[in-house]
Nanobody, 121 residues
Framework: QVQLVESGGGLVQAGGSLRLSCAASGRTLSTYRMAWFRQAPGKERVFVAAISWSGGSTTYADSVKGRFTVSRDNAKNTVYLQMNSLNTEDTAVYSC??????????????WGQGTQVTVSS
């Protein structure tokens, strides 16, 4: 079993930056592909970014490409999401997930509870 806890969310002005952390306990994250998702009010949860178990491969949603950076420190069992040039459309609850491959696609196996990010204009 893996417990994931996100932190680092908060209120920031448009154009600002935040760094989210996702700390794991109970089991090492080093064998998992990890991802960040977000859910805005009244909308479905959507993919933001993913990182391979080694950190050597990353993937981003088009909406955050060039502004967000996902990274990981397996020694600290933690995954990060550096968010720069934030705008009001980035306002959402951000959650991290440990992914597993099922039926040829990746799906969240363990989820954190999420952290709120609010960007003011």
């Amino acid at each position: 079993q893996v417990q994931l806890v996100e932190s680092g969310g908060g209120l920031v002005q448009a154009g600002g930056s935040l760094r989210l952390s996702c700390a794991a306990s109970g089991r090492t994250l080093s064998t998992y592909r990890m991802a960040w998702f977000r859910q805005a009010p009244g909308k479905e949860r959507v993919f933001v970014a993913a990182i391979s178990w080694s950190g050597g491969s990353t993937t981003y949603a088009d909406s955050v490409k060039g502004r967000f950076t996902v990274s990981r420190d397996n020694a600290k069992n933690t995954v990060y999401l550096q968010m720069n040039s934030l705008n009001t459309e980035d306002t959402a609850v951000y959650s991290c997930a440990a992914l597993v491959e099922r039926g040829g696609s990746w799906t969240g196996h363990y989820w954190g509870q999420g952290t709120q990010v609010t960007v003011s204009s």
